[in-house]
């Protein structure tokens, strides 16, 4: 029911930014394009999850959402951050991996058009991101690092995970379903591990932590990060290509792996056990 009214949502925001644009607001300016993304997240994410807590979670919303904001998450919050760094370099390895795939001369076609659509969502990404000014960050900001923080972490670990652990009581399963669903949703299959290691650890952070503080925390971090760079980049500050993979030695990347999993399982390994 979740993703039925996931779906319905998006489509009222694509009819919503249709009648925009024949009543002629320009759909394709950045200040529209910034708040229609907005809109999108907040009806597509944000408000099944709310219904699905309404409908059946009424008596124990915080409790279902794990909607614990004490100040001891927000300091395991710190542990999630280090061991995202730490699996960064395996993220980047997965990039140049997935990157890599081919399809064959068969299915050279279907290649050809999934990987022009996933130019077509970086193209969208750099209209938001590519400007220098003050404001241009601060929107940025908002727009691709704490809208999708709050709003994606509140569908795929807040509403999906959660609904998938009480239907098959295992965790790790939980985990990763959601995380390979998470994936998928972005619609880039060129770029689907690196996003499912990432919602793997997201979900991890959030069933460890029990609460949604680290999850969002990280996932902010993690876009915050790309948003900044990129501002630099654009005012001259630094000089790098943002979409370069960090391509680090085997053994350092072997070392930061294991680093991240002991950060993991010292901070946020005893609740992994939780199967309700």
Known sequence: MMFSVSFGMLALS????????VFGLDIKSLPVFCVAQVLTQVLSFVAPVV??????HRDEPREFLR???AASKWRLSL?????WVLFTPLMEWTVVWNDNIHFGEALAPLEELLRRIGEE??????????GDSVVHLVVSLLVVAIIPAVCEEVFFRAGMQNLMLRWVK??????????????LFHGEVFAFLPRFLMGAVLGYLYLGSNSIVPNMVAHFFNNAVAVVLTWLISRGVVDMDPEA????????????????????????????????
């Open 67 to 69: 909607a614990d904001f």
């Open 245 to 276: 993979p960090l391509a680090l030695a085997w053994p350092v990347t072997l070392g930061c792996t294991v680093a991240a999993i002991a950060v993991m399982y010292v901070s946020f390994g005893k609740n992994l056990k939780i199967s309700r």
């Open 170 to 183: 295992n965790p790790h399963v939980a985990v990763w379903v959601t995380a390979a669903v998470f994936s």
């Open 79 to 83: 542990a999630g951050i280090a061991a």
């Open 121 to 130: 969502s970086q193209a969208l990404l750099d209209q938001i991101l590519m």
């Open 14 to 21: 694509t009819i919503l930014m249709i009648i925009a644009g």
């Open 51 to 56: 219904f699905i807590v309404w409908l059946y």
